[in-house]
């Protein structure tokens, strides 16, 4: 598999390269240079999702990686299902969320590390990463037992939702998570003074497990598959799917599977009140907007940075951006929605209930519609509860770790301390 550079085409790299690197130069994305047509789809839906992953995924990356790693590494990071659920007559949700961290990046993420370890070669690899919740606990689940590979992740103490650091800080084993005492932007910032320190870098081969990292987006390639997959075949023409969007990596998968040849007539991207992509389709400018809180907040960004990515997929196959639909709600709009769906008897959160609001603005009538939920409601629990006014069960991935010891060690906000506890 060849990639290139966004930003510099002659940057040219293969699919290892690029997964070790995560960006090119200048912050540049790389890109497939060729995605191919399949020609087997109707044969490819018909199995089931390890399987049919392991297909697709080759025919993409090639034989640079010996099938049975690659099958491998597919079997490892896809332990969990993507059910479609029927929420009305023409409009199913995709529920994304049945994974360790109850998020639809376990999916992008737990592929993404067992790639890094396929294609790592002898090297010994730090995976180090500074988390205000979400992404730490993303990574530490992925990585959690690789081989070779040791995962460091800072948080700030005191700072992140106890349930939340239940879930990564009680793992062990190759993971290790240190509460600084500090705010988020200090564990960021000793995340930049370590990647700066290039003798440091070399010495533990420290690796970002960047959010950009092309492995994540071909992972997420195969449950748009597995969507269709379980709609019944008359509902598989003119079918719209709705995308809640924030960095965009989610719909950019969804175009990759549109260009492979799945049969998805349209996407709608989604937004909360950060509109900067829904603005840009109405009037021809991109102009971003100050990020504002929303309760949908893993869509709480007004640069999304997969966008140069959508923007080449467009080009490349002649797709006219007009023909793609957007919405932005903002938060009172979201309460309407997740109420809307509660009274049809589908329980949903912001991020899901934005991407459903769509579909009834947008969907004609004889279009079958399909939203993406990312996260378990139960993420969101405060919110859901409040709106809805119900009480949400804890899932049982959630309980189990909510009993566990918290294993994390604590430090101040000082680098040279950090540095020496990274080369012990
Ligand atoms: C990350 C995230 C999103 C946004 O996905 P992108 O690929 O960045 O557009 C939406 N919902 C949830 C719950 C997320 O965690």
Redesign the pocket.
Known sequence: MNLYNIKHPEQQVNFAQAVRQGLGKDQGLFFPEIIPQLDNIEELLDLPLVERSQKVLATIIGDEIPTQTLNNAIKNAFTFPAPLVKVMNNIYALEL?HGPTL???DFGGRFMAQALAAVRGDEKITILTATSG?TGAAVAHAFYGLENINVVILYPKGKISPLQEKLFCTLGGNIRTVAIHGDFDDCQALVKQAFDDAQLRQAIGLNSAN?INISRLLA?VCYYFEAIAQLPKEKRNNLVVS???????????GLIAKTLGLPIKRFIASTNANDTVPRYLQSGKWEPNATVATL?N??D?SR?N?WPRVEELFKRNGWKLTNLGACAFNDEQTEVALKAQFAVGYVC?P??AIAYQALIEQLQPDEVGIFLC??HPA?FKESVERILNITLPLPTTLDKHNQLPLLSEEMDADFIKLRTYLLK
């Open positions: 969320f998020a639809f990046k979400d959010s997420q995308v809640p969007s924030g960095n965009f990596g989610n719909l950019t998968a949908s893993a869509m960004v999304p997969n959160e991020h899901g990312t996260a993420k």
